[in-house]
């Protein structure tokens, strides 16, 4: 393309909310043949509600809520917003803690009341030596339901099960299906559980799932797409997709997402969502073949 295609290309792409922080994004993203997009935050709201919570037998439901919500009052990630809102909602008072952390793509812990309290993902409550068989069916019916499940451990017990459900922004089956009509397949990078993702990605018609990915591993899925397919855009919102902005051949941030991701990206979508994705891909098409 010519510098001056360049320049309308980029000039009509701020009118339509997309920002190209470099010029050769531009150029690249009629090439793509992917789009690998980060579930929540960017196919989703980022703001799960608490749906479910069951106890194990023995223990009582709002002394582990209350537990479980006072060690996610340290916590910044969404999920933890959604555990503490539910339980104050239910006027349960969270006692202080101490020996609070957070164990990356895992769960977080504490001290509450003398008693330690782990919450996580299935493979925190593994690394733990826990056993989360006795919630196998609750666990399966919630991921069918595109619910994420979580556990929560007692002083070394395995002593309840909640569900956090994030829904899907209203723009993406729109923006989903416009990348089809561009030819484009859809893959979704998450380190939510996988049965999960792949019923938000069936509901959604995304061609390939990525789950259970540990943060560090989006890279690695970046990676593993390119060699499939060839040019790999990645679009995210959060910390955790900075490397893998930097990685795809054409990194794309929500505008609304963290700064982080918006400093890694080649791409900002002012629109803070997926819409934004499809009208840049249609415009560098649209740019590159107005060349001459
Ligand atoms: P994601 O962007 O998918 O949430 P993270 O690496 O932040 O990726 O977290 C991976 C998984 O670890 C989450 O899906 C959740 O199961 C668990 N997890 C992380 N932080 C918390 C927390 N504060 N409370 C409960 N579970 C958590
Ligand atoms: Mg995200």
Wanted: no cysteine.
């Amino acid at each position: 393309a010519t510098p001056t295609s360049i320049m309308v290309g980029t000039g009509r792409g701020a009118e339509l909310g997309v920002l190209f922080r470099k010029g050769e994004a531009l150029q690249l993203l009629k090439d793509a043949k992917v789009v690998a997009v980060d579930k929540t935050g960017t196919l989703t709201e980022g703001r799960p509600v608490l749906t479910d919570f069951e106890v194990a037998e023995g223990f009582d439901r709002s002394n582990v809520l209350a537990k479980v919500a006072a060690v996610e009052s340290r916590s910044e990630h969404p999920i933890a917003r959604a555990i503490v809102a539910a339980a104050t909602d239910e006027g349960l008072s969270l006692s202080s803690l101490i020996d609070f952390q957070s164990v990356t793509g895992m769960g977080v812990q504490a001290t509450v009341e003398g008693s330690i309290v782990e919450i996580g993902a299935d493979r925190f409550m593994r690394k733990l030596g826990l056993d989360v068989s006795t919630f196998a069916e609750t666990a399966e019916r919630l991921g069918r339901e595109g619910k994420s499940p979580l556990y929560a451990a007692v002083d070394g017990k395995l002593a309840g099960i909640i569900a956090v459900a994030d829904p899907v922004k209203t723009t993406t089956p729109v923006a989903i299906a416009a990348l089809h009509q561009l030819g484009l397949k859809v893959a979704m990078v998450t380190g939510d559980n996988t049965r999960t993702a792949q019923a938000i990605a069936q509901q959604l018609g995304i061609d390939e799932v990525i789950a259970e990915v540990m943060p560090e591993g989006k890279v690695e899925a970046v990676r593993q797409l390119k060699a499939t397919y060839g040019q790999i855009a990645f679009v995210g919102d959060g910390i955790n997709d900075a490397p893998a902005l930097a990685e795809a051949d054409v990194g794309i941030a929500i505008g609304t997402g963290t700064e982080v991701a918006v400093e890694s990206a080649d791409v900002v979508l002012v629109s803070g969502n997926l819409q934004g994705v499809p009208n840049a891909i249609a415009l560098s098409k649209a740019t590159i073949g107005n060349i001459h």
